[in-house]
């Protein structure tokens, strides 16, 4: 029995909401005299958590069935108006556009938005970890940014709404290609293969594992000459590795909020995106998609200033005044990519924040150091790390400088010293041959010592 028809049994309430009929009750019986003990009654007590249990499911699940149809509520009565789209004759048939062109010191949040425009792309190779986007020409990207039926991918999942973004100059054009009925999609298709073919480059932000493959599908099943691929810079990835450090994941609007102070007033709940679209094609309804067409507006412009936002904290050499989180993620990216001069500048930056981000800034600071050959340096900044490492980090730390002062600095006493607290970052089977090693190098140094004293004590006395 599945669990909707368990809550319906404790609740008199059938599947769908209709009422289940409740039998007559039974006439009263004088209850039967105790048994003596409570062994019959133990099969009605161990039910009991398990009836709170189930009702305390229905009603949680009662709670997000009601918070998903106040949501649907809010939007079922837009106003009347016109498609925020117009109707546009291509050399390929009709195409409904929403076009702007946002001048150059439009801001997005805290971002100037023409700051994309600037961007220079040995820099963004570093940051997306793609030498193949040093070639590019930033300046005649396209930003691309779908809404779609659904989020399951596949043939069955129809992008209603392609959102592109270009600069012209210094200025920005956003250019939305609406689908007006499902099935006509070819006209739109070869507009965007057209916008395509002037362009350097694509943006997106998780568009490789969504966007283009859908795209990609769709050219395909409209019988639609695919366009050829352009490099593809997703800024998903890059957000990932520069802003992990602060825990609260990579989602676009998260970023908006922390990163460029743009919080969004009004906007529509992408959950709801699909049934407005569905709607529309029910009843027509143009004014409905207005918030679609800005929420997906303002996803390109969160894009360009995205973009441009993070070349300049990896540019900039004011590195103290950015947060120390950041700066890690930046120090690890310039590690990855090979750029160990910048990587150390923004390593030694983030230090300064002291913590779990400072120590984890002295260990990678430490790495650069030891890369770059200066031994001294790298155990400073691991002695720096264990005056706030705690646990396993501080073992992973004391096993760095037992390797340090055994290898680079042949100093196996203080190796020693650091190998016997290296338990949680290493087996026992490899820490106890890690002290027997230096144990035996201390003996044998202590033997040679004696040997080298005794033969030189006759030649002293000559």
Known sequence: MDLKRKLARLSSVGPGGKPVATPSPAPEVEPAPASGTSAELEPRRAQEPRIAALRQM?????????????RRAAAAAPPPGPLPAEPRTTPHGQVHIAERLLPPDHHHGSAPVA????????????????????????????????????????????????????????????????????????????????RMAESSCLVTFNGKSFDWP?????FVLNRVPVPAELPHL?????????????????????????????????????ALIPDLYFRFLR????????????????DLLLLAALLGELVRRFRTSRAEQEDPRDLLGFAGVA???????????????????GGTVGVEAHTLASQLSRRAGDSQAAVAHLHQALTSARGSQAAAIHLALAKLYEHALKEPERALHHARLTASAESPEEQRHRISRLERKLARGARESVLALGVAAPRAGL
């Open 115 to 194: 700051g994309a425009w600037e961007v220079e792309a040995p820099l963004v190779a570093s940051l997306a970890l793609d030498p193949r986007l040093a070639g590019v020409d930033f300046r005649r990207v396209l930003y691309l940014d779908t809404e779609t039926t659904g989020l399951a991918g596949g043939t069955g999942t129809v992008p209603f709404l392609v959102g592109l973004a270009w600069f012209e100059d210094r200025s920005l054009r956003v250019q939305q290609l609406f689908l007006r009925r499902l099935g006509e999609e070819a006209p739109l298709l070869r507009v965007l293969a057209e």
């Open 58 to 70: 229905l009603a949680s699940w009662s709670e997000r069935q009601g918070g998903t149809s106040a």
């Open 283 to 298: 009843d027509g309804r143009g004014s409905a998609l207005t918030p679609v067409l800005e929420h997906n507006a303002n």
């Open 214 to 218: 859908l795209l990609r599908t769709r």
């Open 335 to 353: 590690m990855r990519a090979g750029d160990y001069a910048r990587a150390q500048a923004f390593a030694q930056a983030a230090a300064k924040g």
């Open 234 to 270: 997703d800024l998903l990835h890059c957000s990932r590795r520069v802003f992990k450090y602060r825990g609260a994941g990579a989602r676009l609007v998260h970023l908006e909020e922390q990163i460029l102070g743009h919080r969004r007033v009004g906007d529509v709940d992408g």
